[in-house]
């Protein structure tokens, strides 16, 4: 079965501070992973792809197969970072499995 | 160029009745996906066309939902005698097909079933 698990439903930093919001997968396979944004009042995006292998918004994820987990940082936060991210998982097929998200709150 | 959009935004319907919720893709996109979202959730995958044929739809909950893409672009997710329970925001994606293409999101269709 694939799975996604994001522990924390919600993380609140201040500006400038290092943020991590966690997931970690469950995939017997090679998984491709995958973090989405969704700001408020807009669509769900694409954020970064693990084979990418590309910091996005100063935004980084490594995959890390030995703990299946795919972490995403970002070493100083910025308020425009506020919002709710998604890990994905694709396994084998073109269907995306969705953690239940993390809401991020950047602080003034 | 222009997004994947989806019709209504919203839709407020009675249990029991019939709905329809539909998709246009981004233009020349070949692959075209359907999520649901419920409260507090992540999405979670119904179905997913590539041309005009379902190429796998092992999300979908039971008989009650069905979608068609017949000409291969936009597409129509039916849901039949609508319970409570399906009150989701339905998303849809698109993408130019084959397991490396992103996929594109729709803004979604809030239903609500009273």
């Known amino acids: 079965a694939q799975r996604v698990t994001q522990p924390e439903k919600l993380l609140s930093v201040f500006k400038g501070a290092p943020v991590e919001l966690k997931c970690n997968y469950s995939?017997?396979?090679?998984?491709?992973l995958f973090w989405y944004v969704q700001y408020s009042r807009q669509r769900l995006q694409l954020l970064l792809r693990h084979i990418s292998r590309e910091s996005i918004k100063g935004f980084t994820a490594d995959l890390n197969k030995g703990e299946t987990s795919f972490h995403l940082k970002k070493p100083f936060a910025q308020e425009e970072d506020s919002a709710m991210y998604y890990c994905a998982l694709k396994g084998g097929s073109e269907k995306l499995v969705f953690g239940k998200g993390t809401k991020l709150t950047v602080n003034p | 160029g222009a997004g994947v959009s989806q019709t209504p935004s919203n839709k407020v319907t009675e249990k029991g009745k019939y709905v329809e919720l539909r998709c246009d893709p981004i233009?020349?996109?070949?692959?075209l996906y359907w999520y649901r979202q419920s409260l507090g959730q992540g999405p979670e995958f119904l179905i997913y066309f590539q041309g005009t044929g379902a190429a796998d739809d092992s999300g979908l909950p039971n008989d009650r939902f069905f979608a068609v893409r017949p000409e291969g672009s936009v597409s129509t997710l039916k849901i039949q005698r609508t319970e409570r329970g399906d009150s989701a925001v339905y998303l849809c994606?698109?993408?130019?097909?084959?397991?490396?293409?992103?996929?594109?999101f729709g803004p979604g269709t809030r239903l609500t079933v009273t």
């Open positions: 233009s020349g996109h070949t692959a």
């Open positions: 994606a698109s993408s130019q097909g084959g397991y490396a293409y992103e996929q594109y």
């Open positions: 995939y017997s396979g090679s998984p491709e």
